[in-house]
């Protein structure tokens, strides 16, 4: 049951936001639910944005991702230039070789990828879904290895540090450096918010992996 809207309320600007990260071929309804149900009850001046599609959209671009093999290719070299590696050094040099040998290909093939997982057509070509979906994951990869230790794919986002310690969880999201959504809010979000201010807005988190991107 919804508060009956009084006429002040009726005119108040309402935005619901799907944080980021979920599945983008399985996106929860919650928030396009919420919004109609707000519609038919009194208060038409409810809308929506899904920032987690728009996280998707904003890193799987071809310039982002050329960006992001550039960062890798750097920190390569730096790693290459070491007379010793330690183990975890190591570990970071086959993350960061293993990302590169593929982001050429990758990088020619996202907007060919994204094109298919966004059209009926595609979705049922089912090799040709399997294979634009294996490249997406590979480009999350090279997203994953920027920002890294986080581990961003379409099924999944691992943050360091633990979701269930208030501490833990404080320090990743405020880790304005290596939080990769930090950037998609500032690039993206805050832009689109300032050019639409709203009276209230909600965020939708409904599985564990948006609690650190969504906050």
Sequence with gaps: KVMAPTANLKKYEITLVTAPQSDPTQMHVAVPNL??????????HTAGRDCSIG???????????EQGSECLRHRLRELDEKHRL?????????????????????????DDALAIVRTPRGFHDFDAYWDAINL??????????????????M???????????????????????????????RAEVLPWLAKEPCDLLGISMVYTSQLIPGL
Excluded at 37 to 43: H, Q, T, V
Excluded at 142 to 147: D, K, L, P, R, Y
Excluded at 172 to 185: G, K, L, T
């Design 35 to 44: 919004i109609a149900f707000m519609r038919a009850n009194g208060y038409p």
């Design 155 to 185: 099924f999944g986002c691992e943050a360091p540090g633990d979701r269930n310690g208030l501490t833990s969880l404080i320090s990743a999201v405020q880790d304005f450096e290596n939080n990769p959504f930090v950037e998609y809010y």
């Design 86 to 110: 330690t183990q975890e050094e190591a570990k970071r040099f086959y993350k960061l070789a293993k990302c590169l040998l593929l982001s050429d290909a990758v990088i020619d093939g996202i």
């Design 55 to 65: 996280a998707y959209e904003y890193f799987l671009r071809r310039d982002r991702l």
């Design 136 to 153: 997406i994951e590979h480009a999350l990869q090279i997203v994953s290895a920027e920002f890294d230790p986080w581990d961003w794919s």
